[in-house]
């Protein structure tokens, strides 16, 4: 037990010295379950995927065809508004920003914001030019594995940092919503679900933007 606390404190400090451990955050070795309500049931029979509002026609995939759209593979570091941190995750699902290159989500040019549509009604907006970032990824597996359903099977967002991307703004990891099902493109920013609830709307790792 010691020998797992001290090598967690040495990896800590090595991330920290390293430039990827922001202010507030400790190391975990773990993957933290934290969200609000019941865990849902995925019937691949009915299950669909939207994306509508400010895009030039809406678009519906089944999940059979969800599967089919191409595949990207990402690992970044991921920090909870809860001030843990894990590094080097590897995620693999659906990049938006290769939806949009290839044609197959078309947002009109007063598309600013997306608001991420999840079960039960979950919310959680981002602007437009973070989900079409390469650190924002739309996954069905993680560690090479299918997503747990506690982690939002099937198919969940994730936002990180990637290393050595300096360039790439990174909020914290609630505003990829579990168990996704929609984007919503907007002319205007809408506060999603924890948002509506006093937390931050930018949420900037960096700039300790935890709450409003």
């Not at 895009?55 to 809860?82: K, N, Y």
């Not at 290769?98 to 549509?117: C, D, N, R, Y």
Request: charged share 25%; with cysteine; hydrophobic share 35%.
């Amino acid at each position: 037990m010691f020998d797992s606390i001290f090598k967690r404190k040495d990896d800590e400090q090595r991330f920290s010295r390293q430039g990827r451990l922001p202010p507030g955050q400790s190391l975990t070795q773990k993957f933290p379950v934290l969200h609000y309500g019941p865990v849902p049931t995925f019937n691949p029979a009915t299950w669909d995927f939207r994306v509508w509002g400010e895009v030039e026609s809406e678009a519906r995939w089944t999940w059979d065809e969800f599967s089919q759209l191409p595949r990207t593979r990402l690992v970044m570091d991921i920090h909870c508004v809860t001030r843990w941190s894990k590094f080097d995750t590897a995620w693999e699902g659906v990049s938006v920003r290769t939806l949009v290159e290839q044609g197959l989500i078309k947002p009109k040019p007063g598309a600013s914001f997306v608001m991420q549509h999840a079960e039960y009604g979950f919310t959680t907006n981002l602007p437009v030019e973070i989900m079409l970032s390469d650190n924002f990824l739309m996954a069905t597996h993680f560690d090479g594995k299918p997503i747990t359903p506690d982690h939002g099977y099937p198919l969940r967002g994730v936002v990180g940092q990637i290393v050595g991307r300096d360039d790439l703004k990174t909020p914290y990891f609630w505003k990829g919503a579990k168990w996704l099902r929609g984007l919503e493109f907007m002319q205007y920013d809408r506060r999603g679900f924890w948002e509506q609830a006093g937390y931050h709307n930018e949420a900037d790792i960096w700039k300790e933007e935890r709450f409003g």
